[in-house]
């Protein structure tokens, strides 16, 4: 046998195998929370906050935390969208492929994807205490803003990438500026995969924990305010983990449940988006 077709074969079955390990993991963790977290689900898990002897085995449920993590990522993508998406378009539309200046700020955003988000928490924390907030929904979405910043960046500036050249060149030649071109052409062209950078940005950051429990706090009760603590997901799960009775443990794994419930939900809805914003794309 040609050992070309050796190694396709080599090749092919090691992708194979990675697709199969990987769908396995899925399927294992979904059984798991679903096996355990099933029977602890009801309807007030998702509609009343904790109540008094909560994590004791007593009535209650975790809307507290499904409310703060909501906003608490809802905010910080916000944020994050707001600084990332004009750093996309001037490295994209204002610098030449290959410019110094743009080789650096993505190896910088390389290297900031690679910080563990105990970092940012720290960092954020740090932040807090030099302008003399406590924790807060406030802090939380700063800390998670700066974890999920170089995720959305780099995901959008991989899609503006593969935009053409000739097609701002040809918006160039009709007239346009180049902030024209960067939001009329670039922006538009590119849409289907800044909507998909968003969603993933926001689920990463929803399912964060190690980046807020220094600086979104916790609380059994539902807050709006951004000067006040937010429960979250995934500290929620984590106290009730920690508690030695199997009931309050049965119902980490029904938060766990409901969070990977949300996140599926994004990433589904992340593919629909996507195929529906593709008709303003240029083929």
């Not at 992708?15 to 009801?42: D, H, R, T, Y």
């Not at 929803?206 to 500290?235: E, K, N």
Request: contains cysteine; charged residues 10%.
């Amino acid at each position: 046998m040609d050992s070309r077709k050796i190694e396709e074969n080599v090749f092919k079955g090691l992708m194979i195998f990675s697709s199969l390990v990987i769908s396995a993991g899925l399927l294992w963790i979904l059984a798991v929370i679903i096996i355990k977290g099933l029977p602890a689900m009801n309807l007030a898990m998702i509609t009343q906050a904790p109540k008094g002897g909560f994590y004791l085995g007593k009535e209650g449920g975790i809307l507290n935390a499904i409310v703060g993590s909501l906003l608490l990522a809802g905010g910080a993508t916000a944020l994050a969208l707001f600084l990332s998406l004009p750093l996309v378009l001037y490295l994209n539309v204002y610098l030449k492929k290959g410019a110094r200046l743009a080789v650096f700020t993505r190896f910088s955003l390389d290297v900031l994807w690679g910080v563990p988000s105990i970092v940012y928490g720290a960092f954020g924390f740090t932040l807090m205490l030099f302008f003399g907030l406590r924790a807060s929904l406030l802090g939380g979405i700063i800390a998670v803003a700066l974890l999920i910043f170089p995720i959305m960046c780099r995901a959008m500036d991989e899609v503006m990438q593969m935009i053409p050249q000739e097609l701002m060149n040809a918006s160039y030649s009709l007239g346009s500026t180049r902030w024209e071109t960067a939001f009329k052409v670039v922006v538009r062209q590119a849409l289907p995969g800044i909507l998909t950078a968003i969603l993933i940005a926001f689920g990463r950051g929803i399912g964060d924990a190690a980046s807020v429990i220094f600086t979104a706090g916790f609380t059994d009760s539902v807050s709006f305010s951004l000067f006040r603590p937010v429960a979250t997901l995934p500290l929620a799960i984590f106290y009730q983990l920690g508690t030695p009775f199997p009931e309050v443990q049965a119902r980490a794994h029904a938060s766990s449940l409901i969070l990977t419930i949300i996140i599926i939900t994004i990433s589904i809805g992340a593919r629909i988006l996507t195929k529906r914003f593709q008709g303003y794309v240029v083929k």
